[in-house]
Protein backbone atom coordinates (compact mmCIF):
# COMPACT_ATOMS: atom_id res chain seq x y z
CA UNK A 1 0.00 0.00 0.00
CA UNK A 2 1.38 3.50 -0.77
CA UNK A 3 2.90 5.40 1.92
CA UNK A 4 1.59 8.81 0.36
CA UNK A 5 -2.18 7.83 0.99
CA UNK A 6 -1.31 8.20 4.84
CA UNK A 7 0.88 11.03 4.48
CA UNK A 8 -0.13 14.40 6.37
CA UNK A 9 -1.33 17.19 3.80
CA UNK A 10 0.18 20.62 4.34
CA UNK A 11 -2.51 21.96 2.55
CA UNK A 12 -4.57 23.42 2.85
CA UNK A 13 -3.68 25.52 5.75
CA UNK A 14 -6.33 26.16 8.83
CA UNK A 15 -8.44 29.13 9.32
CA UNK A 16 -6.10 30.68 11.73
CA UNK A 17 -3.38 30.21 9.94
CA UNK A 18 -4.77 32.28 7.21
CA UNK A 19 -6.07 35.27 9.47
CA UNK A 20 -2.42 35.00 11.34
CA UNK A 21 -1.05 35.57 7.74
CA UNK A 22 -3.84 38.38 7.14
CA UNK A 23 -2.42 40.06 10.76
CA UNK A 24 1.66 40.13 9.58
CA UNK A 25 0.91 41.35 6.25
CA UNK A 26 -1.50 44.54 7.09
CA UNK A 27 1.33 45.34 9.96
CA UNK A 28 4.32 44.89 7.08
CA UNK A 29 1.98 47.07 4.39
CA UNK A 30 1.57 49.84 7.13
CA UNK A 31 4.28 50.05 8.57
CA UNK A 32 7.17 53.12 7.75
CA UNK A 33 10.15 51.83 5.63
CA UNK A 34 12.28 53.01 2.90
CA UNK A 35 9.90 51.49 0.08
CA UNK A 36 6.75 53.65 2.00
CA UNK A 37 8.95 56.54 1.57
CA UNK A 38 9.06 56.65 -2.12
CA UNK A 39 5.11 55.69 -3.15
CA UNK A 40 3.17 56.74 0.35
CA UNK A 41 2.46 54.46 3.66
CA UNK A 42 -0.71 53.16 3.19
CA UNK A 43 -3.52 53.27 6.55
CA UNK A 44 -3.94 50.86 8.45
CA UNK A 45 -7.78 50.61 7.24
CA UNK A 46 -6.75 49.92 3.42
CA UNK A 47 -3.54 48.19 4.60
CA UNK A 48 -6.21 45.22 6.01
CA UNK A 49 -8.39 44.98 2.97
CA UNK A 50 -5.62 44.88 0.52
CA UNK A 51 -3.85 42.22 3.06
CA UNK A 52 -7.41 40.37 2.95
CA UNK A 53 -7.69 40.56 -0.86
CA UNK A 54 -4.11 38.91 -0.97
CA UNK A 55 -4.31 36.44 1.11
CA UNK A 56 -7.82 35.40 -0.78
CA UNK A 57 -5.84 35.75 -4.35
CA UNK A 58 -2.87 33.61 -2.90
CA UNK A 59 -4.69 31.08 -1.58
CA UNK A 60 -7.18 30.47 -5.21
CA UNK A 61 -3.23 30.26 -6.63
CA UNK A 62 -2.11 27.68 -4.05
CA UNK A 63 -5.57 26.13 -4.13
CA UNK A 64 -5.83 25.12 -8.56
CA UNK A 65 -2.32 23.77 -8.05
CA UNK A 66 -2.62 21.73 -5.62
CA UNK A 67 -6.20 20.51 -7.33
CA UNK A 68 -3.22 20.07 -10.69
CA UNK A 69 -0.89 17.90 -7.83
CA UNK A 70 -3.61 15.86 -5.88
CA UNK A 71 -0.91 13.72 -5.25
CA UNK A 72 1.70 15.65 -2.97
CA UNK A 73 1.62 16.41 0.51
CA UNK A 74 0.45 20.45 -0.19
CA UNK A 75 4.49 21.65 0.31
CA UNK A 76 4.78 22.99 -3.01
CA UNK A 77 1.20 24.40 -2.61
CA UNK A 78 2.79 26.34 0.68
CA UNK A 79 5.07 27.69 -1.20
CA UNK A 80 3.32 29.28 -4.15
CA UNK A 81 1.46 30.24 -0.87
CA UNK A 82 3.90 32.12 0.34
CA UNK A 83 5.44 33.22 -2.52
CA UNK A 84 2.59 34.72 -3.85
CA UNK A 85 1.43 36.60 -1.02
CA UNK A 86 5.25 38.32 -0.96
CA UNK A 87 4.94 39.86 -4.98
CA UNK A 88 1.36 40.92 -4.02
CA UNK A 89 2.51 42.86 -1.23
CA UNK A 90 5.50 44.51 -2.78
CA UNK A 91 2.78 45.21 -5.89
CA UNK A 92 0.78 46.77 -3.06
CA UNK A 93 3.67 49.18 -1.61
CA UNK A 94 4.55 49.93 -5.64
CA UNK A 95 1.09 50.89 -6.05
CA UNK A 96 0.85 53.00 -2.88
CA UNK A 97 -2.22 54.25 -0.92
CA UNK A 98 -5.54 53.82 -3.40
CA UNK A 99 -7.49 57.62 -4.63
CA UNK A 100 -11.06 56.96 -5.01
CA UNK A 101 -10.33 56.91 -8.77
CA UNK A 102 -8.14 53.73 -8.86
CA UNK A 103 -11.16 52.33 -7.04
CA UNK A 104 -13.12 53.12 -9.45
CA UNK A 105 -10.92 51.84 -12.32
CA UNK A 106 -10.42 48.26 -10.48
CA UNK A 107 -14.28 47.98 -10.25
CA UNK A 108 -14.49 48.76 -13.51
CA UNK A 109 -11.94 46.28 -14.73
CA UNK A 110 -13.50 43.29 -12.91
CA UNK A 111 -17.01 43.04 -15.11
CA UNK A 112 -16.56 41.36 -17.85
CA UNK A 113 -19.75 40.92 -20.29
CA UNK A 114 -20.00 38.24 -23.23
CA UNK A 115 -21.98 38.41 -26.48
CA UNK A 116 -24.97 40.01 -24.29
CA UNK A 117 -25.35 36.69 -22.46
CA UNK A 118 -22.63 36.16 -20.27
CA UNK A 119 -22.30 38.40 -16.91
CA UNK A 120 -18.65 37.83 -15.54
CA UNK A 121 -16.90 39.93 -12.46
CA UNK A 122 -14.50 37.37 -11.58
CA UNK A 123 -11.68 39.23 -13.24
CA UNK A 124 -8.95 41.41 -11.58
CA UNK A 125 -7.75 41.46 -8.33
CA UNK A 126 -9.47 38.91 -5.60
CA UNK A 127 -11.87 41.43 -3.96
CA UNK A 128 -14.01 41.98 -0.63
CA UNK A 129 -17.08 43.67 -1.89
CA UNK A 130 -19.00 46.10 0.32
CA UNK A 131 -22.76 46.98 -0.83
CA UNK A 132 -21.26 50.60 -2.37
CA UNK A 133 -18.80 48.23 -4.43
CA UNK A 134 -21.81 46.02 -5.09
CA UNK A 135 -24.01 48.30 -6.58
CA UNK A 136 -21.52 49.56 -9.31
CA UNK A 137 -20.51 46.08 -9.96
CA UNK A 138 -24.15 44.32 -10.45
CA UNK A 139 -25.44 47.77 -12.41
CA UNK A 140 -25.35 45.98 -15.90
CA UNK A 141 -28.16 43.50 -14.05
CA UNK A 142 -30.41 45.98 -13.57
CA UNK A 143 -31.29 47.04 -16.95
CA UNK A 144 -34.47 45.56 -17.75
CA UNK A 145 -33.32 44.47 -21.29
CA UNK A 146 -30.83 42.84 -20.54
CA UNK A 147 -29.82 38.89 -22.20
CA UNK A 148 -27.83 37.63 -19.62
CA UNK A 149 -28.37 33.81 -19.41
CA UNK A 150 -25.27 33.17 -17.22
CA UNK A 151 -23.70 35.29 -14.04
CA UNK A 152 -20.32 34.21 -12.89
CA UNK A 153 -19.21 36.21 -9.33
CA UNK A 154 -16.55 33.67 -8.61
CA UNK A 155 -13.23 35.25 -7.46
CA UNK A 156 -15.47 38.65 -5.59
CA UNK A 157 -16.30 38.29 -1.50
CA UNK A 158 -20.25 38.54 -0.66
CA UNK A 159 -20.74 39.68 3.24
CA UNK A 160 -24.01 40.45 3.78
CA UNK A 161 -24.34 44.01 3.09
CA UNK A 162 -23.29 43.02 -0.45
CA UNK A 163 -25.54 39.98 -0.77
CA UNK A 164 -28.73 42.00 0.38
CA UNK A 165 -27.61 44.53 -2.89
CA UNK A 166 -27.53 41.76 -5.26
CA UNK A 167 -30.84 39.91 -3.80
CA UNK A 168 -33.35 41.69 -5.43
CA UNK A 169 -31.40 42.01 -8.51
CA UNK A 170 -30.96 38.02 -8.78
CA UNK A 171 -34.52 37.72 -8.43
CA UNK A 172 -35.37 39.64 -10.81
CA UNK A 173 -33.10 37.68 -13.13
CA UNK A 174 -33.92 34.26 -12.20
CA UNK A 175 -36.46 33.19 -14.76
CA UNK A 176 -34.15 34.08 -17.23
CA UNK A 177 -30.82 32.25 -15.78
CA UNK A 178 -29.32 28.81 -16.90
CA UNK A 179 -25.92 28.95 -15.85
CA UNK A 180 -24.67 30.41 -12.43
CA UNK A 181 -21.14 30.48 -10.98
CA UNK A 182 -20.95 31.40 -7.92
CA UNK A 183 -17.44 29.10 -6.65
CA UNK A 184 -15.42 31.09 -3.97
CA UNK A 185 -17.76 34.06 -3.40
CA UNK A 186 -17.38 33.56 0.89
CA UNK A 187 -13.59 33.56 0.60
CA UNK A 188 -12.72 34.75 4.20
CA UNK A 189 -15.83 35.58 5.79
CA UNK A 190 -16.57 33.85 9.28
CA UNK A 191 -18.89 30.41 9.20
CA UNK A 192 -21.97 32.81 10.20
CA UNK A 193 -22.01 35.08 8.20
CA UNK A 194 -20.90 33.20 5.38
CA UNK A 195 -24.23 30.72 5.49
CA UNK A 196 -26.73 33.83 6.06
CA UNK A 197 -25.13 34.94 1.96
CA UNK A 198 -25.47 31.27 0.96
CA UNK A 199 -28.99 31.34 2.20
CA UNK A 200 -29.66 34.53 0.55
CA UNK A 201 -28.44 33.94 -2.88
CA UNK A 202 -30.69 30.63 -3.02
CA UNK A 203 -33.33 32.38 -1.98
CA UNK A 204 -32.93 35.11 -4.67
CA UNK A 205 -32.40 32.39 -6.86
CA UNK A 206 -34.81 30.06 -6.24
CA UNK A 207 -36.92 28.79 -9.39
CA UNK A 208 -34.45 29.21 -11.74
CA UNK A 209 -34.15 26.17 -14.01
CA UNK A 210 -30.43 25.29 -14.95
CA UNK A 211 -28.08 23.42 -16.78
CA UNK A 212 -25.21 24.60 -15.22
CA UNK A 213 -23.98 25.39 -11.31
CA UNK A 214 -20.67 25.50 -9.61
CA UNK A 215 -20.26 25.96 -6.17
CA UNK A 216 -17.14 24.63 -5.84
CA UNK A 217 -14.55 26.55 -3.13
CA UNK A 218 -16.92 27.37 -0.43
CA UNK A 219 -16.10 25.03 2.25
CA UNK A 220 -19.86 24.48 2.57
CA UNK A 221 -19.84 21.24 4.38
CA UNK A 222 -23.47 19.74 4.97
CA UNK A 223 -24.14 23.15 6.54
CA UNK A 224 -23.84 24.86 3.55
CA UNK A 225 -25.14 22.28 1.29
CA UNK A 226 -28.34 23.04 3.51
CA UNK A 227 -27.95 26.81 2.72
CA UNK A 228 -28.95 26.18 -0.45
CA UNK A 229 -31.26 23.87 -0.57
CA UNK A 230 -33.93 26.70 -1.92
CA UNK A 231 -32.22 26.26 -5.26
CA UNK A 232 -31.60 22.41 -5.57
CA UNK A 233 -34.56 21.13 -4.63
CA UNK A 234 -36.39 22.73 -7.65
CA UNK A 235 -33.41 21.37 -10.35
CA UNK A 236 -34.71 19.19 -12.61
CA UNK A 237 -32.15 19.74 -15.82
CA UNK A 238 -29.09 20.32 -14.47
CA UNK A 239 -26.47 19.52 -17.06
CA UNK A 240 -23.23 20.16 -15.02
CA UNK A 241 -22.16 20.30 -11.12
CA UNK A 242 -19.07 21.09 -9.59
CA UNK A 243 -18.74 20.37 -5.85
CA UNK A 244 -14.98 21.18 -5.61
CA UNK A 245 -13.28 21.99 -2.36
CA UNK A 246 -16.08 22.27 -0.86
CA UNK A 247 -15.59 20.13 1.97
CA UNK A 248 -18.27 17.69 1.33
CA UNK A 249 -18.16 15.02 4.08
CA UNK A 250 -21.02 11.83 4.35
CA UNK A 251 -23.24 13.95 5.83
CA UNK A 252 -23.15 16.83 3.05
CA UNK A 253 -23.05 14.30 0.35
CA UNK A 254 -26.33 12.97 1.39
CA UNK A 255 -27.47 15.93 1.59
CA UNK A 256 -26.75 16.81 -1.84
CA UNK A 257 -28.78 13.10 -2.84
CA UNK A 258 -31.38 14.13 -0.47
CA UNK A 259 -31.86 17.74 -2.12
CA UNK A 260 -31.03 17.38 -5.93
CA UNK A 261 -34.77 16.33 -7.22
CA UNK A 262 -33.34 14.74 -10.71
CA UNK A 263 -29.72 14.03 -12.17
CA UNK A 264 -31.74 12.52 -15.49
CA UNK A 265 -29.74 14.90 -17.66
CA UNK A 266 -26.22 15.36 -15.70
CA UNK A 267 -23.35 15.24 -17.89
CA UNK A 268 -20.50 16.96 -15.94
CA UNK A 269 -20.14 15.70 -11.96
CA UNK A 270 -17.30 17.13 -9.90
CA UNK A 271 -15.94 16.46 -6.18
CA UNK A 272 -13.07 16.84 -6.20
CA UNK A 273 -11.09 17.53 -2.91
CA UNK A 274 -13.38 16.72 -0.05
CA UNK A 275 -13.83 14.95 2.36
CA UNK A 276 -16.39 12.32 1.33
CA UNK A 277 -14.93 9.00 2.51
CA UNK A 278 -16.89 5.47 2.01
CA UNK A 279 -19.96 6.45 3.00
CA UNK A 280 -19.98 9.77 1.30
CA UNK A 281 -19.15 7.78 -1.89
CA UNK A 282 -21.58 5.36 -0.91
CA UNK A 283 -24.34 8.09 -1.10
CA UNK A 284 -22.64 10.27 -4.48
CA UNK A 285 -22.97 6.77 -6.04
CA UNK A 286 -26.38 6.59 -5.90
CA UNK A 287 -26.31 10.23 -7.45
CA UNK A 288 -24.32 8.59 -10.44
CA UNK A 289 -26.43 5.51 -10.59
CA UNK A 290 -29.39 7.81 -11.62
CA UNK A 291 -27.24 9.92 -14.02
CA UNK A 292 -27.27 7.66 -17.17
CA UNK A 293 -26.49 10.86 -19.72
CA UNK A 294 -23.00 11.07 -17.37
CA UNK A 295 -19.82 12.07 -19.12
CA UNK A 296 -17.25 13.57 -17.22
CA UNK A 297 -17.11 12.15 -13.52
CA UNK A 298 -14.52 13.31 -10.98
CA UNK A 299 -14.33 12.24 -7.55
CA UNK A 300 -10.30 13.29 -6.88
CA UNK A 301 -9.03 13.12 -3.59
CA UNK A 302 -12.07 12.34 -1.89
CA UNK A 303 -10.41 9.92 0.92
CA UNK A 304 -12.48 7.10 -1.07
CA UNK A 305 -11.56 3.64 0.20
CA UNK A 306 -12.69 -0.29 -0.83
CA UNK A 307 -15.94 0.22 -0.01
CA UNK A 308 -16.46 3.52 -1.67
CA UNK A 309 -14.79 2.34 -4.39
CA UNK A 310 -16.60 -0.84 -5.16
CA UNK A 311 -19.98 1.43 -4.69
CA UNK A 312 -18.95 4.04 -7.35
CA UNK A 313 -18.06 1.58 -9.62
CA UNK A 314 -20.51 -0.65 -9.74
CA UNK A 315 -23.09 2.94 -10.12
CA UNK A 316 -20.57 3.77 -13.35
CA UNK A 317 -21.78 0.83 -15.01
CA UNK A 318 -25.10 2.88 -15.80
CA UNK A 319 -23.64 5.58 -17.48
CA UNK A 320 -22.97 4.54 -21.07
CA UNK A 321 -21.58 7.96 -22.51
CA UNK A 322 -18.80 8.33 -20.19
CA UNK A 323 -15.69 9.99 -21.58
CA UNK A 324 -13.48 11.22 -19.36
CA UNK A 325 -13.33 9.69 -15.56
CA UNK A 326 -10.96 10.89 -12.92
CA UNK A 327 -10.75 8.82 -9.30
CA UNK A 328 -6.85 9.53 -8.71
CA UNK A 329 -5.60 9.90 -5.02
CA UNK A 330 -8.36 7.56 -3.04
CA UNK A 331 -7.34 4.47 -0.95
CA UNK A 332 -9.42 2.11 -3.48
CA UNK A 333 -7.07 -0.56 -3.38
CA UNK A 334 -7.55 -4.32 -5.10
CA UNK A 335 -11.20 -5.18 -4.72
CA UNK A 336 -12.40 -1.39 -6.44
CA UNK A 337 -9.91 -1.86 -9.29
CA UNK A 338 -11.51 -5.33 -10.42
CA UNK A 339 -15.30 -4.16 -9.45
CA UNK A 340 -13.75 -1.25 -12.28
CA UNK A 341 -12.73 -3.37 -14.73
CA UNK A 342 -15.47 -4.96 -14.92
CA UNK A 343 -17.40 -2.38 -16.17
CA UNK A 344 -15.21 -0.64 -17.94
CA UNK A 345 -15.97 -2.25 -20.79
CA UNK A 346 -19.71 -0.55 -21.29
CA UNK A 347 -17.73 2.64 -21.72
CA UNK A 348 -17.25 2.82 -25.61
CA UNK A 349 -16.65 6.40 -25.77
CA UNK A 350 -14.17 6.83 -23.20
CA UNK A 351 -10.72 9.26 -24.18
CA UNK A 352 -9.14 9.76 -20.83
CA UNK A 353 -9.15 7.48 -17.41
CA UNK A 354 -7.07 8.78 -14.81
CA UNK A 355 -6.06 6.00 -11.78
CA UNK A 356 -3.14 6.86 -10.01
CA UNK A 357 -2.61 6.54 -6.41
CA UNK A 358 -5.22 4.39 -5.84
CA UNK A 359 -3.12 1.27 -3.92
CA UNK A 360 -3.93 -0.88 -7.12
CA UNK A 361 -1.12 -3.41 -7.22
CA UNK A 362 -0.40 -5.89 -9.77
CA UNK A 363 -3.89 -7.62 -9.36
CA UNK A 364 -5.99 -4.79 -9.59
CA UNK A 365 -4.31 -2.75 -12.28
CA UNK A 366 -3.82 -6.30 -14.59
CA UNK A 367 -7.25 -6.61 -14.52
CA UNK A 368 -7.90 -3.26 -15.38
CA UNK A 369 -5.17 -3.49 -17.92
CA UNK A 370 -7.11 -6.81 -19.66
CA UNK A 371 -10.46 -4.83 -19.36
CA UNK A 372 -8.94 -1.74 -21.31
CA UNK A 373 -7.10 -3.65 -23.98
CA UNK A 374 -10.60 -5.83 -24.84
CA UNK A 375 -12.49 -2.30 -25.20
CA UNK A 376 -12.47 1.58 -24.77
CA UNK A 377 -11.19 2.17 -28.97
CA UNK A 378 -10.31 5.59 -28.30
CA UNK A 379 -8.61 6.21 -25.49
CA UNK A 380 -6.24 9.14 -25.44
CA UNK A 381 -5.39 9.55 -21.96
CA UNK A 382 -3.82 7.01 -19.63
CA UNK A 383 -2.84 7.25 -15.77
CA UNK A 384 -1.87 4.35 -13.32
CA UNK A 385 1.05 6.46 -11.49
CA UNK A 386 1.91 5.39 -7.59
CA UNK A 387 0.03 2.58 -7.70
CA UNK A 388 2.97 -0.04 -6.31
CA UNK A 389 3.09 -2.08 -10.30
CA UNK A 390 5.55 -4.36 -10.79
CA UNK A 391 7.11 -5.90 -13.97
CA UNK A 392 4.77 -9.09 -12.95
CA UNK A 393 1.94 -6.50 -14.41
CA UNK A 394 4.05 -5.08 -17.06
CA UNK A 395 2.93 -7.44 -20.15
CA UNK A 396 -0.72 -6.51 -19.94
CA UNK A 397 -0.15 -2.95 -19.27
CA UNK A 398 1.89 -3.06 -23.00
CA UNK A 399 -0.27 -5.04 -24.38
CA UNK A 400 -2.57 -2.17 -23.36
CA UNK A 401 -0.93 0.43 -24.20
CA UNK A 402 0.14 -0.96 -27.84
CA UNK A 403 -3.63 -1.82 -28.41
CA UNK A 404 -4.35 1.78 -27.91
CA UNK A 405 -3.23 3.65 -30.62
CA UNK A 406 -4.43 7.22 -30.23
CA UNK A 407 -2.96 7.84 -26.58
CA UNK A 408 -1.89 11.24 -26.40
CA UNK A 409 -0.68 10.66 -22.59
CA UNK A 410 0.97 7.59 -20.77
CA UNK A 411 1.33 8.16 -16.91
CA UNK A 412 3.11 5.47 -15.44
CA UNK A 413 5.26 7.40 -12.86
CA UNK A 414 6.31 6.27 -9.19
CA UNK A 415 5.96 1.67 -10.06
CA UNK A 416 8.47 -0.49 -9.22
CA UNK A 417 8.55 -1.33 -13.61
CA UNK A 418 12.47 -1.54 -13.90
CA UNK A 419 14.27 -2.22 -16.93
CA UNK A 420 11.92 -5.44 -17.80
CA UNK A 421 9.05 -3.52 -17.75
CA UNK A 422 10.05 -0.39 -19.15
CA UNK A 423 11.37 -2.27 -22.24
CA UNK A 424 7.99 -4.09 -22.52
CA UNK A 425 6.39 -0.21 -22.73
CA UNK A 426 8.68 0.96 -24.78
CA UNK A 427 8.43 -1.88 -27.54
CA UNK A 428 4.32 -1.12 -27.21
CA UNK A 429 4.85 2.14 -27.63
CA UNK A 430 7.23 2.19 -31.10
CA UNK A 431 4.32 0.81 -33.84
CA UNK A 432 2.05 3.87 -34.68
CA UNK A 433 1.11 6.25 -31.65
CA UNK A 434 1.29 9.09 -34.00
CA UNK A 435 -0.76 11.39 -31.41
CA UNK A 436 1.74 10.60 -28.33
CA UNK A 437 3.13 13.89 -26.93
CA UNK A 438 4.04 12.42 -23.54
CA UNK A 439 4.99 9.89 -21.28
CA UNK A 440 5.90 9.56 -18.05
CA UNK A 441 8.07 6.63 -16.26
CA UNK A 442 9.62 8.59 -13.80
CA UNK A 443 10.85 7.15 -10.12
CA UNK A 444 10.47 3.31 -11.63
CA UNK A 445 14.09 1.96 -10.52
CA UNK A 446 15.02 2.06 -14.49
CA UNK A 447 18.51 1.41 -15.41
CA UNK A 448 20.33 2.75 -18.31
CA UNK A 449 18.91 -0.20 -20.55
CA UNK A 450 14.98 0.89 -19.77
CA UNK A 451 15.58 4.31 -20.34
CA UNK A 452 17.43 3.81 -23.58
CA UNK A 453 14.63 1.74 -25.01
CA UNK A 454 12.27 4.89 -23.57
CA UNK A 455 14.14 7.36 -25.47
CA UNK A 456 14.76 5.23 -28.82
CA UNK A 457 10.95 4.68 -28.82
CA UNK A 458 9.21 8.11 -28.66
CA UNK A 459 12.28 10.63 -30.47
CA UNK A 460 11.01 10.11 -33.88
CA UNK A 461 7.12 10.73 -32.94
CA UNK A 462 5.59 13.92 -34.57
CA UNK A 463 4.70 16.47 -32.09
CA UNK A 464 5.97 14.54 -28.87
CA UNK A 465 7.12 17.03 -26.02
CA UNK A 466 7.67 15.18 -23.29
CA UNK A 467 10.01 11.98 -21.38
CA UNK A 468 10.20 11.98 -18.18
CA UNK A 469 12.09 9.12 -16.64
CA UNK A 470 14.03 11.29 -13.76
CA UNK A 471 13.76 9.65 -10.45
CA UNK A 472 15.20 6.58 -12.23
CA UNK A 473 18.72 4.54 -11.56
CA UNK A 474 20.20 5.60 -14.74
CA UNK A 475 23.76 5.40 -14.70
CA UNK A 476 25.90 7.67 -15.93
CA UNK A 477 26.75 6.18 -19.40
CA UNK A 478 23.07 5.43 -19.56
CA UNK A 479 22.16 9.63 -19.38
CA UNK A 480 24.63 10.47 -21.58
CA UNK A 481 23.02 7.78 -24.04
CA UNK A 482 19.48 8.60 -23.90
CA UNK A 483 20.34 12.34 -24.31
CA UNK A 484 22.16 11.71 -27.83
CA UNK A 485 18.89 10.33 -28.95
CA UNK A 486 17.61 13.34 -28.17
CA UNK A 487 20.19 15.34 -29.83
CA UNK A 488 18.80 17.15 -32.00
CA UNK A 489 15.21 17.83 -29.71
CA UNK A 490 16.85 17.96 -26.39
CA UNK A 491 13.71 20.34 -25.40
CA UNK A 492 11.40 16.65 -25.27
CA UNK A 493 13.65 15.69 -22.61
CA UNK A 494 12.85 16.14 -19.04
CA UNK A 495 15.09 17.23 -16.71
CA UNK A 496 17.35 14.33 -15.08
CA UNK A 497 18.15 16.29 -11.63
CA UNK A 498 16.77 12.93 -9.13
CA UNK A 499 18.34 10.68 -11.24
CA UNK A 500 20.50 8.43 -8.85
CA UNK A 501 23.20 6.81 -10.84
CA UNK A 502 23.85 4.34 -8.23
CA UNK A 503 20.74 3.36 -7.10
CA UNK A 504 19.40 3.11 -3.56
CA UNK A 505 20.08 -0.99 -3.75
CA UNK A 506 23.60 -0.20 -5.45
CA UNK A 507 25.88 -3.14 -4.57
CA UNK A 508 28.83 -5.06 -6.27
CA UNK A 509 25.81 -7.33 -7.87
CA UNK A 510 24.11 -4.63 -8.88
CA UNK A 511 27.31 -3.12 -10.44
CA UNK A 512 27.94 -6.34 -12.06
CA UNK A 513 23.91 -6.32 -13.61
CA UNK A 514 24.75 -3.39 -15.23
CA UNK A 515 27.07 -4.87 -17.74
CA UNK A 516 24.71 -7.27 -18.06
CA UNK A 517 21.51 -4.64 -19.28
CA UNK A 518 22.50 -5.68 -22.97
CA UNK A 519 21.69 -9.13 -22.96
CA UNK A 520 18.25 -8.45 -20.91
CA UNK A 521 17.16 -5.32 -23.84
CA UNK A 522 17.98 -8.42 -25.83
CA UNK A 523 16.10 -10.89 -24.62
CA UNK A 524 13.04 -8.61 -23.59
CA UNK A 525 12.97 -7.10 -27.01
CA UNK A 526 12.32 -9.99 -28.55
CA UNK A 527 9.09 -10.91 -26.44
CA UNK A 528 5.64 -10.59 -28.30
CA UNK A 529 3.11 -9.05 -26.44
CA UNK A 530 0.05 -11.40 -26.50
CA UNK A 531 -2.92 -10.07 -25.14
CA UNK A 532 -4.35 -11.85 -22.32
CA UNK A 533 -7.83 -14.44 -22.82
Known amino acids: MDSKTFSMKLWPPSQSTRLMLVERMTKNLSTPSVLSRKYG ?32 DGSSAVQLYAKESSKLMLDVIRRGPRTKEDGNFIESERVRVSHETVFDISGGRRAFIDAK ?50 SDFIAGRPETEALE ?56 ARAVCELIPSTDRLRVLHFHNNMTGDEGAVA ?30 EALGSCTSLKKLDLRDNMFG ?63 LAACVAAKQFLTK ?74 EVFENSSCVLGPLDDNDPEGEDYDEEAEEGDDDEGELESKLMGLEIKQEE
Open 284 to 313: ISELVKHSPLLEDFRCSSARVGSEGGVALA
Open 410 to 483: LNLAENELKDEGAILIAKALEEGHGQLNEVDLSTNSIRRAGARCLAQAVVSKPGFKLLNINGNFISDEGVDEVK
Open 133 to 182: EAEELLKPLRDLHNKFTKICFSNTSFGLDSAHVAEPILSSLRDQLTEIDL
Open 197 to 252: VMTIFSSALEGSNLRYLNLSNNALGEKGVRAFAGLLKLQHNLEELYLMNDGISEEA
Open 334 to 396: VESGIALSKVLPRFSDLTEIYLSYLNLEDEGSLALANALTESVPSLEVLEMAGNDITAEAAPA
Open 41 to 72: LLSKEEAEEDAKQIEVVAFASASQHFEKEPDG
